[in-house]
């Protein structure tokens, strides 16, 4: 499958716990975009990543949260100490280079905080 | 005024038909434009991308930018039941990010 591959699929955490998130990019691919979607709104983007550099986190919130592009491996997004404002449905999106290449998204990873 | 702003909707029009979906942005600097078409649960599948003013055409699907009045629009012809989704309208700000619509949704009536 030559896609971005998103993993899991459906993610069911409990307040409290710690949730990772995985996106492993389109082969050929060097660029990482995460992006959330709340229920009922628009998708908002959170950070943007290179293989060990995170471009641009100004979507991030402050707290919780973090990411990251390994040199080997997926990346990885980060929630810590989940919420019930974090169940969402994330989206990962990869690209060949920066700039305005067009993004491809993954099928994305449905959270939910019980 | 949002960064990017679209009609909500819901767009109905008849099977057959030509759609016609429209986008203002408000950063004049913006470089890349993007229609993303998200049917319910799914995720974003990537429709057009057009850089320069005109018309971009690919089978039923036109882009149109005007960077003048920071207008993008997508029309859809001979709209079928399968074109019903709600489509998002993206622009990239050269910084790689990409800011959305808040998505108009279009249903094509059989």
């Known amino acids: 499958n030559a896609g971005v591959m998103q993993n899991p699929r459906h993610l069911v955490r409990r307040r409290g716990q710690e949730a990772r998130l995985r996106c492993s990019p389109m082969k050929g691919h060097s660029h990482v975009y995460w992006y959330r979607q709340l229920p009922e709104e628009g998708l908002k983007f959170m950070v943007y990543?290179?293989?060990?550099?995170?471009?641009?986190e100004s979507g991030m919130p402050k707290e919780r949260f973090s990411a990251e592009f390994p040199k080997e491996g997926p990346s990885i997004l980060r929630i810590q100490q989940v919420v019930r404002g974090d169940s969402a449905a994330y989206f990962c999106?990869?690209?060949?280079?920066?700039?305005?290449?067009?993004?491809?998204f993954g099928d994305g990873t449905r959270l939910s905080i019980l | 005024q949002k960064e990017v702003e679209q009609n909500s909707g819901p767009l109905s029009v008849p099977e057959g038909a030509i759609a016609s979906l429209n986008c203002t942005y408000s950063?004049?600097?913006?470089?890349?434009f993007f229609w993303y078409r998200q049917y319910s649960g799914k995720s974003p599948e990537l429709i057009m991308s057009?850089?320069?003013?005109g018309d971009k055409e690919d089978g039923r699907f036109t882009a149109q930018l005007n960077k003048a009045s920071q207008y993008v629009s997508l029309l859809i012809r001979d709209s079928q039941p399968s074109d019903s989704a709600t489509y998002l309208c993206a622009v990239n700000n050269q910084g790689g990010k990409l800011i959305f619509g808040q998505g108009t949704e279009l249903s094509v009536k059989p």
């Open positions: 057009i850089y320069s003013n």
């Open positions: 950063d004049r600097v913006s470089q890349s």
């Open positions: 990543l290179q293989k060990e550099n995170i471009i641009d």
């Open positions: 999106a990869s690209s060949p280079s920066g700039a305005d290449q067009p993004q491809h």
